[in-house]
């Protein structure tokens, strides 16, 4: 075990915990020398290997596409335990050889009862989509090729991992690590000895379909936006920002997985309700997005009105500015700084959030370092070197961080309130009528 892959693993709980809101794993192994290959989908970028690793305890290497082992990032992706893969589309030629000599040394990861993580898609979406990619074949090869390698004497496992996000671009997002069954590679040995392709082909069908049962998958992408705006309305979906807080996130994920699941089986594009309620979904959020609105601003006025939401929302936002500003004076240089080179540096979106959470750790570490020296300077305490040193270390692990955390969320909730306090009451009835009419449709449709 690499020492930055042993100290990502010993650090990434921490870091997880102010990063994502809620998270919960499911199905997850528990041993060290699994010998497996996860196979996982991948709707978000450097974040997705992070969440998995963390979800289970096995030693894990990472199969990633090779345009990021850039030159300085190479000490770094090696210490990681990261393993490029080569594609002809993005590489060019050559990328058989070399992937190759990648999967010679994959083998020898796994003959050593290491685990691997593959992402089954291959590649991410620049734009977060609840679906599923075709599968590639990568883990089927590298599957077989070792068992075949060792006369299939190991007992090399394949479990799909789904990684669901409430928002993965988001800071404070949810997620939700499902993984399925464990498929033993032993299973298909004698399929392998009379056909290797059929064997490959059957085992990489076998992974597709299983992956779907641990994700929320839509067969149709272009309904993304229907069952986001159904989860909406609900309030009971992964949706990041219009959610039920009683609700725990794997009924959020149960909930969302079984909408698209029904949105899957049934002809939604000829039931003449189906089609009755997505154009009336869409016109409404549409005309939310017009008027600079959410759906959370017309939810609190049917809740409660708009004078009385606002007096409640203005009266919390006012009690905790002292911590509000906390953060900001805790955070603000380093917050600057990462969210400045990220978004300079990665082109692509789907990098940022990742990127910004290690990166912000780094930094946050490298500015706040000083403190364990300087502290007993700079405040007077009765208490000896070694309290000085536990009063500072709780004072970065719990007052930095979580300030910053609350600074984040109150800047979020005084947005929301401030387009509440914007609309106008009469938008507001009207918006909350054809909120109720699309509520009431969907109810008779058992959509609840």
């Given amino acids: 075990m690499r020492p930055v892959y042993l100290f990502l693993r010993i650090t990434l709980p921490y870091a997880f915990s102010i990063f994502f809101r809620r998270r919960n794993i499911i199905n997850s192994q528990r041993k060290l020398y699994a010998q497996t290959i996860f196979v996982c989908n991948h709707p978000s970028a450097f974040i997705d290997p992070l969440a998995i690793s963390n979800a289970m305890w096995p030693i894990v290497h990472f199969m990633t596409r090779s345009d990021v082992f850039k030159v300085w990032l190479k000490p770094i992706t090696w210490a990681c335990h990261m393993v490029p ?20 040394g994959v ?15 291959g590649y991410t979406d620049d734009v977060f989509i609840r679906s599923l990619k075709p599968m590639k074949k990568g883990a089927a090869r590298i599957g077989f090729g070792t068992m075949d390698a060792s006369d299939w004497k190991l007992d090399i496992k394949i479990q799909v991992c789904g990684v669901n996000y409430s928002d993965p671009s988001k800071f404070r997002s949810d997620m939700v690590v499902s993984c399925g069954k464990l498929i033993h590679l032993q299973d298909y040995k004698e399929l392998y000895l009379e056909n290797p392709a059929k064997a490959i082909n059957q085992l990489t069908k076998d992974i597709g379909e299983e992956l779907q049962k641990n994700i929320t998958y839509l067969k149709d992408k272009k309904k993304s936006a229907f069952l986001e705006n159904l989860i909406t309305l609900t309030r009971k979906g992964m949706n990041q920002d219009h959610y039920e807080r009683s609700l725990s996130v794997e009924q959020r994920y149960r909930y969302t997985q079984a909408l698209a ?18 154009e009336k979904t ?33 009266l919390g936002l006012f009690v905790t500015l002292p911590v509000f500003i906390a953060g900001v004076i805790h955070n603000i240089i ?15 979106r789907v990098f940022w959030s990742g990127v910004k959470m290690v990166l912000g750790g780094l930094v946050w ?24 040193f536990y009063f500072t270390l709780m ?17 979020r909730i005084w947005r929301r309130t401030m387009k509440l306090y914007r609309a106008k009451s009469p938008e507001l009835a009207e918006l909350s009528v054809e909120r109720k009419a699309l509520i009431d449709q969907m109810n008779k449709m058992g959509i609840q």
């Fill in 282 to 314: 869409d016109e409404y959020f549409k005309k939310l997005k017009r008027k600079n609105l959410q759906d959370n601003q017309v939810n609190d006025y049917v809740k409660a009105g708009k004078t009385k939401s606002l007096f409640m929302k203005f």
């Fill in 395 to 411: 004072y970065f692990l719990m007052v930095v961080p979580f300030t910053f955390v609350w600074a984040y969320e109150w800047r």
């Fill in 261 to 278: 699941n029904r949105i899957n089986e049934e002809q939604v594009d000829e039931d003449e309700k189906w089609l009755a309620l997505q």
């Fill in 107 to 121: 083998k020898r990861v796994l003959a050593k009862k290491r685990s691997l993580i593959v992402f089954g898609e």
């Fill in 85 to 104: 893969i080569y594609r002809a589309e993005q590489d060019g030629a050559g990328t058989y050889e070399k992937n190759k000599k990648v999967f010679s």
């Fill in 365 to 388: 570490l490298l500015m706040y370092l000083p403190l364990f020296w300087y502290m007993p300077d700079l405040i007077k305490l009765n208490i000896s070197e070694t309290g000085y």
């Fill in 334 to 348: 380093p917050y600057i700084l990462v969210k400045t080179f990220v978004e300079k540096i990665f082109k692509r």
